[in-house]
């Protein structure tokens, strides 16, 4: 069987595209190069958006980003089951795009947070998070200035409730979010946001662990076993 593909969107200010296609790579997967301008998916079976400050995080982190050609066709694929991770910029975008509710603002004292952070897995059965176990603690690399997720009373009701949240901080929340939250999944478990950067956790010479490799091989078993 051919490998998986699974396309990374680059945007005008991402910087962790590379370090994206690197993970999916490492996971088993072929990472296939997509461009913010183009109509075109080609093909692939699954999409991440990366990292980064796309368009200089102008009007808000993400809101340029969210109204790029290519994010029409994201939309729809992902509406019709394709599997979406947003990371940090990325889950800025999904929240613009409405794909996934709420926003991310400005972090509790307006300073940019860059650390090894404890995370706990709550969400175990989304398509980007099956290789963890529920409750499973891990420890990936958190780097942002406008982190703070929030959303209304009835939408995070609803994220608590239905078992959307994905995963929470430990021990320190590093931007103020509201419940603790570092990433929610949609309804259909296959878009995912996530503000902390798992492909910066796949090697153990680079990353604080290789505990972000679950992300991508998640993934890859889904596709496979689909």
């Given at each position: 069987m051919d490998a998986a593909r699974v396309g990374v969107i680059t945007f005008p200010g991402s910087l962790d595209d590379r370090d994206a296609?690197?993970?999916v790579r490492l996971a088993g997967a072929q990472p296939v190069a997509l461009w913010h301008a183009d109509h075109d998916l080609q093909g692939v079976d699954a999409v991440v958006l990366p990292g980064g400050f796309s368009y200089g995080d102008y009007l808000r982190a993400g809101a340029i980003s969210a109204a790029a050609p290519i994010m029409a066709e994201v939309k729809a694929a992902a509406n019709a089951g394709l599997p979406v991770l947003g990371i940090c910029n990325?889950?800025?975008?999904?929240?613009?795009a409405h794909l996934l509710p709420g926003a991310l603002l400005r972090n509790v004292g307006l300073h940019f947070v860059?650390?090894?952070?404890?995370?706990r897995v709550?969400?175990?059965d989304t398509a980007w998070t099956s290789d963890y176990s529920p409750g499973q603690e891990i420890v990936i690399p958190v780097k942002n200035a406008d982190g703070r997720y929030?959303?209304?009373d009835d939408t995070l009701k609803a994220l608590?409730?239905?078992g959307r949240v994905v995963a929470r901080y430990l021990d320190l929340n590093p931007n103020g979010s509201l419940n603790d939250i570092a990433g929610i999944t949609n309804e259909a478990g296959n878009v995912v946001g996530l503000m902390p950067h798992p492909e910066h956790a796949v090697e153990?010479?680079?990353?604080?662990?290789t505990?972000?490799?679950?992300?991508?091989t998640s993934i890859i078993k889904r596709l496979v076993n689909a």
């Open positions: 296609a690197r993970a990325g889950f800025q975008v999904l929240c613009e860059c650390r090894d952070q404890r995370l709550d969400n175990a929030t959303a209304d608590e409730s239905e153990s010479l680079t990353g604080p662990s505990d972000g490799l679950g992300f991508f």
